[in-house]
């Protein structure tokens, strides 16, 4: 059974950082995508970034490019999203998504067979 537990949440001031982890267990290969998906309340789920653990592939959406990094730790099979220059709008409930097989997920929902419990994020002063 695939299993993603999602931690590093909390409250920063705009402008701040936080780096929220995923760590996955349970997928039968070594071939997985990953993606950082965030609900605001209110508004619909939104797609954040996504990566490979079979490549150095990634993507993100453009509301966070050049301000949050996903990377993964496949010795770990952990990964990590670095959200940097963090804004009131950023403020979400975070959750990591999983699917097995090869290449890109890519950032919406459907391409997901896993999915963690969700990690919130307050970004205010």
């Known amino acids: 059974e695939v299993q993603l537990v999602e931690s590093g949440g909390g409250l920063v001031q705009p402008g701040g950082s936080l780096r929220l982890s995923c760590a996955a267990s349970?997928?039968?290969?070594?071939?997985?995508?990953i993606a950082w998906f965030r609900q605001a309340p209110g508004k619909e789920r939104e797609g954040v970034a996504c990566?490979?653990?079979?490549?150095?592939?990634?993507d993100y959406a453009d509301s966070v490019k050049g301000r949050f990094t996903i990377s993964i730790d496949n010795a770990k099979n952990t990964v990590y999203l670095q959200m940097n220059s963090l804004k009131p709008e950023d403020t979400a409930i975070y959750y990591c998504?999983?699917?097995?097989?090869w290449g890109l997920g890519g950032l919406f929902d459907i391409g997901y067979d896993f999915w963690g419990q969700g990690t919130q994020v307050t970004v205010s002063s």
């Open positions: 998504a999983g699917v097995e097989g």
């Open positions: 349970g997928f039968t290969g070594d071939d997985y995508a």
């Open positions: 990566i490979s653990s079979s490549y150095d592939g990634k």
